[in-house]
């Protein structure tokens, strides 16, 4: 028999099935906006105690002191509450087995990606014609689709989903703490090239994702764009030409976007000279077709 669940505990156990990992300040920003930090600290501890949480310190001091300063995760035990009670298969609750296993470069970056959903959330609160619908993460943000008799698969860190003045609008979101060798970025980069090229992504989307990597270190910003332009160049003929005049791919700093991602300055390939806005970017994409999805790479 279950122990007995407040509305707010499911939420917090919903809400790390969706993160995976949350600082206590970014549930209380998610979850508890209305109530006072202490109410969200006793739901916290009460999660903690039932042994449906993993509580873990943070990695580089505590934003607030402090419990607030904890990162969480589900448990094994919290993931089976969570399957009984909202009806989640198991095997798709992400857990964590203890704070021991919270590697911290793992940690960051989780938290970072969830540090950008919460700074384009609070960009569209601020835009009155836009809304985050939706907002997938790791590790279920996988989209799968064939290519003849074989199957291939794009993984972004996050897929935002955005409704801009009644349209909708896509992004593939990728973020670079500055740990990665830049050659990723180029795999990653074909991978979401051929998923295009396919036009498999029709069943998925009304118009092609915008893909927008977010990186920790601004020197890295030009040398990153260098390597997707490469990634695209090696690409021939019509397809070369497909994905210039259909893919909308563009880099910014981390710091500039997380101030403000409306106005974080973005460097689009092709054109690293223009600035683009995330949520209104210099041309409409909303209608889709390779030659009219993206003004970044022409």
Known sequence: MLTRIGPRQLQVLR??????LLTAVQ????????ATPRTCEICLQRLHQKGWVVRAEPMHGGAGGGRRGYVYGI?????????ALAGIPLAD??????PEALEPRYVNHQLAVNSCMLAIRQACRADLGATLREWTADPHARVQYR????SRTVHPDAIAEIDLDGRRRWLYLEVDRGTAELRRYGLKLRRYARF??????RREYATFPEVRIVTAHRPRVERMVAELEDAVRSFSG???EALMAGLVVAVTWEAAFLANPSGAV?????????????LRPVSDTADAGPAASGSAAR
Request: charged fraction near 20%.
């Open 147 to 150: 290519v003849g008799r074989s």
């Open 75 to 83: 448990s094994a035990q919290g993931a089976e509450a969570l399957a």
């Open 15 to 20: 809400l790390l099935y969706t993160h995976r």
């Open 27 to 34: 549930l209380r920003a998610l979850a508890f906006e209305a």
């Open 238 to 240: 019509a397809d070369h």
């Open 266 to 278: 973005w460097t689009p390939m092709f054109v690293p000279d223009r600035e683009e806005s995330l």
């Open 93 to 98: 609750i992400p857990t964590v087995a203890g």
């Open 196 to 201: 295009y090229l396919s036009g498999s992504w």
